[in-house]
């Protein structure tokens, strides 16, 4: 974690540094899916994120935009809401990198503005048949 030096008329303080991101969305998009930056450079892990898109019939170049997301990562989710995004999946992220409060509960489904939004584990965590079935459980419900 990065640390910022804020200094005030009497104390020093480290406050976590805070990278925006910005997306660039295109209207095709209707799934927007967080990854970790560390998950997205692991191969095996890649491949199962792969498996889980192309098996709730969506196009992985054309439906789904990949945002890779870090520790430190943060969306002001209003900046999402006008777009033509239905779905939203955050593997591993808390909801407060997305300006998201209230919403902690993994494999459940929430509906935000007419947006689908599910917070999962990360991918690493999907590696035995029940916690893929728990995931899937919860896709499935968003694909209805």
Known sequence: MVLKKVVSQTHTYSLPEINLVS?????????????????????????????IINALNISWDHDVKIISFNPTSCLQFNQIVNSSLKCIVGFGI?????????????????????????????????????????LWKALQEMKL
């Open 23 to 51: 997306l660039d969305l295109l209207d095709s998009h209707s799934w927007l899916v967080f990854v970790s930056d560390r998950e997205l450079a692991q191969t095996n892990l890649t491949d199962l994120l792969k498996k």
């Open 94 to 134: 808390n909801p407060n990198q997305l300006s998201l409060q209230g919403f902690n509960n993994k494999h459940q489904v929430y509906s935000i503005y007419n947006k689908l939004v599910l917070f999962a584990d990360s991918l690493e965590t999907y590696s035995n048949d029940q916690s893929k079935k728990v």
